[in-house]
């Protein structure tokens, strides 16, 4: 760590951006009625009785005519899936409330749907802070929901996954003294995903399919008509390959075909494998949902996003089933 002595704005503000905070978006209408909107991460809380709140809004900001003579505000905690909306705010020069559905507000500030917190406020008052006006409201309205709020932290977007009070612990007994313990990724990771699979394979089992033919039909759903190396290159990482023998039981069973290409063999799935491909997937999704009931709506998408970082970084070269041929 780096201690720096004389101040130098950029580290300074790299500093700051080390503490984590929400994004909201905060409203008001100039004194013509034209609705105002910017985004903002200086929200914080100042006192519970009264309730009041504060932001700050720097002094060459084109809105702060707006703030400054406006008598209300409101400030939206923006959910995790709201990052376009918090986008749409912070650029300049477009109509940021175009085609945006509003609720009826306190005051004429515009109020925002589906956030994860708002709340209506009247300024209380205003001071200088150096570069910045800071706005102290009165807090005279607020609601709240379970959504996951947007984080933002050292310039870039984050998700917030809650951490236990105290530390998970899988097994009821200390772990051995010994290299492999509960904390291994590989551990955690393998699991997890075979702890989805058995709920899978039970599911599995009520439509007379095994894991092999769940990942054929699932790739042939998405792209049709492959070799059986192509077909190969999707699913090899399963440790599980397509077959001739195996791909002829599923041509027995109706749900993929064989077509020649030129000489060379392709499958494409029949209507009947799409269908039992449909059902495949909607018992994958089902266990899914019911997992993702358990662990939050937040800490299910700070899981997948980390997961697709993680494949990101360790993806041997496989090909991308979803981009385009």
Known sequence: MTTHKGFDPQAFRAALGTFTTGVTIITTRAQDGEPVGITANSFNSVSLNPPLVLWSLAKNARSLQAFSTSTHWNVHVLAADQEAL??????????????LELDESIGKAPL??????????????????????????EVLAYDHGDRPPLVFQSG?????????????????????????????????????HYQMLHALRQLLDTQALD????????????????????????????????????????EAQHLV??????GEDRYVLTADGREASLRQIALAKAVEEDIAARLGTGDTMALKLLLKRLIANSDPGM?????PR
């Open 319 to 323: 090909p991308d089933l979803w981009s």
């Open 156 to 192: 870039q977007y984050a998700l917030a996954a809650r951490r236990p009070r105290e530390e998970v612990r899988l097994g009821a007994t200390p772990p051995p003294e010994c290299s492999y313990t509960e904390d291994l990724l590989g551990y955690l990771l393998g699991r997890a």
């Open 112 to 137: 925002l749907k589906d956030c994860t917190a708002r709340f209506q406020c009247r300024t209380a008052f205003s001071y200088d802070g150096g570069d910045h006006v800071i706005f102290v409201g």
């Open 86 to 99: 918090s986008g749409r705010f912070a650029r300049q020069g477009e109509d940021k409330f175009a085609g």
């Open 211 to 250: 894991e092999r033919s769940f990942f054929i039909l699932s790739v042939l759903s998405i792209r049709d008509r492959l070799t059986l190396d192509e077909l190969n290159a999707f699913i090899a990482y399963t440790g599980m390959l397509a077959t001739a023998d195996s791909m002829a039981a599923l």
């Open 257 to 262: 075909a064989l077509e020649d290409d030129r």
